[in-house]
């Protein structure tokens, strides 16, 4: 009963460290990331488009590839000693299997989604970039707005 005890306690101790190795961006698609002297908040403006350009969307990773990786890692750890050394076995496996795991899936989608950032000469003279999934009828020399971060035509 004291093994499983700490089994249960080290794969939980494995589980709370995991939640660092998750990775996600603060920023959404489509945020205003204040290209040259633009503001970064997302609000509307209007403008003209100067350049559209095709660009690699950040990697990133769900969490899934380190949390299995994790607890694989830990179980196989489990397997190595006993008593306390099993113990620091177990996490151990469950911290390398972590940082494997997450490794393995950022690999996985090693290109992320292809994005359009749209770079704008707005009507105050300042420029804004926008990135966002899709540049469906959006042109150079067009009369744009944004909205909530997002490039419309007007």
Not at 16 to 31: D, K
Not at 52 to 67: D, M, W
């Amino acid at each position: 009963m004291n093994a499983n005890r700490k089994f249960i306690v080290a794969l939980m101790a494995t589980g709370a460290l995991l939640t660092g190795c998750a990775s996600n961006s603060s920023q959404p698609y489509g945020y205003n990331n204040g290209y040259g002297s633009g503001s970064s908040t997302a609000s509307a403006g209007y403008g003209v488009i100067e350049s559209i350009q095709v660009v690699q969307g950040e990697n990133r990773t769900s969490g899934a590839g380190g949390v299995l990786g994790g607890v694989v890692g830990a179980l196989a750890g489990s397997q190595i000693g006993s008593g306390s050394g099993r113990t620091a076995a177990t996490v151990a496996g469950g911290l390398a299997g972590a940082v494997v795991g997450n490794n393995v899936e950022k690999n996985r989608n090693a290109a992320g989604p292809e994005m359009y950032q749209i770079n704008m000469r707005m009507d105050n003279g300042e420029y804004r970039a926008v990135t966002q999934d899709s540049a469906y009828d959006l042109r150079v020399g067009n009369r744009v707005r944004i909205v909530d971060g997002r490039v419309y035509r007007y």
